[in-house]
Structures are given as C-alpha cells and as structure tokens.
C-alpha cells in the first residue's frame, strides 16, 4: 500500500466532507444525535457521544467555507489532471 | 574622491554594524567588530575618519535606519507567522537531548522490562526536559529513526536488486502518511475520551515515532540472518515496544495530579492505550515485511 501526501489530502478531504455533510435537523435528530438533545448535567464526564456530537458540530460550523474552496480547487485539479 | 571610495566600502562595514544594533541578528564574533551601538574598536584612524563622515551625512544615516528597520521587521513578521502555526519553544524541549539520554533511550526501547520508575519528573509544574528525565519523551530519536528508516529500505531494496529513486521516495512519504493517520487516530481518541493530561500533539508524536526504531532493529536482523532472524527480532521489538507504550502512557495519560478518575473514563484511557500499543508491531509488520524476503 503505497501512500503519497496528496492521497492523505484527498482521503482527508473525503472524511471532512462526510462529517459535514451530516444534516441537522433531517438527520441527527431522528437518530438522536442532535446537539441540542445531548447536553446532560454539567456535570465532569461529558462522555463519548456528547463529545461526538460536539465534533460533529463545530467541523460543520468551522469548515463550512474552507470547505467550499477546498472542494473547488479539488474538482478542478480532477479536471484539468484527472 | 577618498572620500567616495572610502563611502562604498566602510558603508558597508557600518551597515553590517548598526544592524544588529535593537535585535542582534547574529553575534558577531569576528574579531574586528563588537556588538554595542557605540564601542566601536579603533584600529585606525581612517576607520573613524569615515565613521564620522557617515555619521555626518544625512541620507546615509536614513538608508541605515530604514535597511535596520526593515530587516527587523522582516523577522518579527517570520517569527509571528512561524510562531502561529509551530510553537517553537515547545518544539525546542523535545530536542534538548544529549548522548548519554540517547542512549539510556534506545536500550530502554530495545529492553524495558527492568526499567522500574516510569514517571515523567516535574520542577514546579513544568515537565524536565529530556537531558534530566529519562521517560520524557524527545523527537530526536524518532526523526533520526525514520530518516535512518528510510535509507534502509533503499539500501535493502538495492540488495534485492528491485531498487529505483522514486521508490525511496514513496517508501518515505508511505511511512510519513501512517505516522500522520496514527497521530489524528490518537489526538481524536485522546479528546472523545477526556483525557485531562499534557500529551500535547507532540508527545504522540514522539510516542508513535519510537516504532522506527523496532522498524530498523527488524530490518537489520533481517537482512543479515535472513527470514528467521526478520521475526525473531520482530517479536522481540514488538514485545519491548507493547510494554515500553503501555508503562509509559499510563504514567504520562495521568498528568502530574494523579486524582483518582472515575470508572469509565479510567477504562476509556486504559482501552485507547492497550490500543495504541496494539497497533505498533502491526504497524512494524506492515512497513517492514516488504523489505526482507
């Protein structure tokens, strides 16, 4: 299994777009994994589904735009290099 | 006209000294000059006929002053940008190694189970570097493995005769990508899992790069014992490698308060570090079994 860097990049994308392509409301609420529906007692262990939901959260919050650029330049180096 | 021939040269004598003048941009220990504004030596007349020529002339005082400003101002702009992405100071504990840690280092790598205190030592809250501490953990030792890693793999491909420069090229950047994979894999399984230590990216970094060690140690064996020699070391390293990570994450995931975690975080941590020792010898298997056949 021979990697380069820009196979890291690519498959690195690929997991960043699947994160924040999960849709709130369509999605996560009907399986229960809504952000608001998770917030338990404050108290010291937020546990691991609370912290999931977290992530996925603020992936889809931060890199919504750097998304839309890093996606463009994608398709077009598919494009024009294949 | 002595006065023009003189401008040019000394002019360029006195811009490299007022330079260094607010932030030293190197010390300068070449015998003629020292580095204070005003000290400067006199070895001769001329020198300081020239000196206050320039000192006199106007324009040359503010080609001096805007050339130092500039320079320094380049490299304050350098160290913000660097500083953002690198924090260099913390990157500079990891290298503060000497000979005799190294090697400490490598034989507790190779042989780990009469090592008996594992704990990283604090002075004052602040972890000692590793010249002072033996378990903390370096990023010399794991570059110098890998680049040494690599070389290797060249060397036992062009014995087997299936060697080409772009395959030494691709065996680094395999190498380097699974190094990547295993640090995002750790840091993502250190926040889902709370872990309130000070295993910052680059301790896991160091951790996952002590593997290349066991990598070389199995590639030599294999190289000169052949086939049977390839996994006798390769359990060996395997074995050494499982328990050196175990003992050492252990002490190190804790922190410098030991409070007692409750249960199901403790098992979290307890399973991300059975996990993470788990992966290196396949990891060893996987990067090394193409080279010996």
Redesign the interface.
Known sequence: ?????Y??LQAALLCVNAIAVLHEERFLKNIGWGTDQGIGGFG???G?KS??MN?IRSVRTVMRVPLIIVNSIAIILLLLFG | MAYHSGYGAHGSKHRVRAAPDPPPLFDDTSGGYSSQPGGYPAPGADVAFNVNHLIGDPMANMAMAYGGSIASHGKDMVHKELHRFVSVNKLKYFFAVDTAYVAKKLGLLVFPYTHQNWEVQYSRDVPLPPRQDLNAPDLYIPTMAFITYVLLAGMALGIQKRFSPEVLGLCASTALVWVVMEVLALLLGVYLATVHSDLSTFHLLAYSGYKYVGMILSVLTGLFFGSHGYYVALAWTSSALVYFMVRSLRTAALGPDSMGNPAPRQRLQLYLTLGAAAFQPLMIYWLTFHLVR
């Open positions: 299994m021979a990697f380069t860097l196979s890291l010291e262990e937020p691991i912290q999931l992530l």
